[in-house]
C-alpha cells in the first residue's frame, strides 16, 4: 500500500503520485498480466480499477491511464538511454518495467479475455494514438467501416510510416480539389462558348 503522500516534483509542480504509488501499480499490472509475455500492449479497465482500490490515495481512471502511459514512456526511455536511470527507485522502476514492457522474447497469441471491454490501448513500439492521421484514417474507415481491427494493426506501425502514408492522402486531396476546380472552369468555359458571351445555360 501507498505510504508517501505526494510531494513536489524537481520541476517545483505538485506531484500526484509518490515513489511508493509508482511501485504499487507496476506490481498490480505485472500480476494481472503474468500470464501474458512481454510487452503490454493494452490494459482492461478491470486491471486500472484493482490499482484505484490498492492506492492510498483517490485516483480517477485518466489518471491511473495516464500514469501508466508516462511509466511506459519512461521505461522505453531508459532502456534506450541507461544512463537516465540515476538512483535506486529508478532502477527499482526499470525493473519493474522490464516485466511489462520488455523486448518481446516470442510471438504471443491474441488474448482477448485480458482485453474486455473498455480496454486501454497502450500502442506497443508503434503509436498511442491515430487523431495525428485524419485522412488516412478517415480513407480507412470509408473502406472498413464496420472492421476494428485496422485500428489496432496500424497503431503497431512506426509513426513515421503512418504519417508518409497520410501525407499522401493528403497530396491526393489537394490534386483533386486541383482536378474539381480545373472541371469547372472547363464547363464554364464551354458553355459561354455553346451559349454565346450574352447568354447562359439558362437561356438568359
Same mark, same amino acid.
Given at each position: 500500500?501507498?505510504? !508517501?503522500?505526494?510531494?513536489?516534483?524537481?520541476?517545483? %509542480?505538485?506531484?500526484?503520485?509518490? /515513489?511508493?504509488?509508482?511501485?504499487?501499480?507496476?506490481?498490480?499490472?505485472? *500480476?494481472?498480466?503474468?500470464?501474458?509475455?512481454?510487452?503490454? !500492449? !493494452?490494459?482492461?479497465?478491470? !486491471?486500472?480499477?484493482?490499482?484505484?482500490? =490498492?492506492? &492510498?490515495? =483517490?485516483?480517477? $481512471?485518466?489518471?491511473?491511464? &495516464?500514469?501508466? @502511459?508516462?511509466? =511506459? &514512456?519512461?521505461?522505453?526511455?531508459?532502456?534506450?538511454? @541507461?544512463?537516465?536511470? *540515476?538512483?535506486?527507485?529508478? *532502477? %527499482?522502476?526499470?525493473?519493474?518495467?522490464?516485466?511489462?514492457?520488455?523486448?518481446?522474447?516470442?510471438? *504471443?497469441?491474441?488474448?482477448?479475455?485480458?482485453?474486455?471491454?473498455?480496454?486501454?490501448?497502450?500502442?506497443?513500439?508503434?503509436?498511442?494514438?491515430?487523431?495525428?492521421?485524419?485522412?488516412? $484514417?478517415?480513407?480507412?474507415?470509408?473502406?472498413?467501416?464496420?472492421? /476494428?481491427?485496422?485500428?489496432?494493426?496500424?497503431? @503497431?506501425?512506426?509513426?513515421?510510416?503512418?504519417?508518409?502514408?497520410?501525407?499522401?492522402?493528403?497530396?491526393?486531396?489537394?490534386?483533386?480539389?486541383?482536378?474539381?476546380?480545373?472541371?469547372? /472552369?472547363?464547363?464554364?468555359?464551354?458553355?459561354?462558348?455553346?451559349?454565346?458571351?450574352?447568354?447562359?445555360?439558362?437561356?438568359?
Amino acid at each position: 500500500m501507498s505510504t !508517501t503522500p505526494p510531494s513536489t516534483a524537481p520541476n517545483g %509542480r505538485s506531484r500526484v503520485f509518490s /515513489e511508493s504509488d509508482e511501485i504499487q501499480i507496476l506490481k498490480c499490472l505485472i *500480476r494481472d498480466t503474468k500470464s501474458i509475455p512481454p510487452p503490454i !500492449t !493494452t490494459v482492461g479497465t478491470s !486491471t486500472i480499477n484493482r490499482i484505484i482500490k =490498492r492506492l &492510498d490515495h =483517490r485516483f480517477t $481512471v485518466s489518471q491511473i491511464t &495516464d500514469k501508466i @502511459r508516462r511509466l =511506459r &514512456d519512461k521505461h522505453h526511455n531508459h532502456a534506450r538511454n @541507461r544512463a537516465l536511470v *540515476r538512483n535506486h527507485h529508478d *532502477r %527499482r522502476i526499470f525493473k519493474l518495467s522490464k516485466r511489462i514492457w520488455g523486448k518481446k522474447a516470442t510471438p *504471443r497469441k491474441k488474448n482477448s479475455k485480458s482485453e474486455d471491454q473498455g480496454a486501454i490501448e497502450m500502442g506497443g513500439d508503434g503509436v498511442e494514438k491515430l487523431d495525428k492521421f485524419p485522412y488516412l $484514417v478517415a480513407e480507412f474507415s470509408k473502406v472498413l467501416p464496420e472492421n /476494428e481491427v485496422w485500428k489496432q494493426k496500424m497503431k @503497431r506501425v512506426e509513426e513515421e510510416k503512418l504519417r508518409k502514408m497520410d501525407q499522401e492522402w493528403v497530396m491526393l486531396k489537394v490534386e483533386e480539389a486541383k482536378l474539381v476546380a480545373k472541371k469547372a /472552369e472547363l464547363i464554364q468555359q464551354q458553355i459561354m462558348e455553346v451559349m454565346g458571351g450574352n447568354g447562359s445555360a439558362n437561356g438568359v
